[in-house]
């Protein structure tokens, strides 16, 4: 049985069959180089071809090419991994917001651990004053 304080649908974000360190993987430096390299490589590798350089360096330009597209694609999935595992350790207020947050607002409003909730009692009523049927006092 699971703890209210650890819903079953919050699970750590796995990498490599362990939870994902932040410390640990490409950064975002890695990535921007990657990209970088990335675009320098599409734009030199058909300029080659039109530029005539030999066959060999265009062909090895092309094969460079889908080396860092696989590269590049791997580490965008695991800085998406890193954010989502970031996101579920719980809300964080936006950088430039001076506002509350929906979530602190639902905080700020339950009511102490220790109390049990309690809902404001209604009674309903025709307009003649007689409760509706099967509704009793």
Known sequence: MTSPEDPASVRPVEYKGEPLDSERGPGLGCFRFQVVLLVVV??????????????????????????????????????????????????????????PTVGELEDAAEPPAGEPETAPETEVHNDDGTPPSGVRE
Do not use: M, Y
């Not at 058909?46 to 791997?74: C, H, K, M, N, R």
């Open 42 to 99: 599409i734009i030199l590798t058909p300029l080659s071809v039109v530029w005539q350089w030999p066959t060999a360096i265009s062909a090895a330009l092309l094969f460079l090419t889908i080396f860092l597209l696989l590269f590049a694609g791997q580490t965008v999935i695991f800085l998406l991994r890193l954010v989502a595992a970031d996101r579920r350790e719980g809300r964080r207020r936006p950088l430039g917001s001076t506002t």
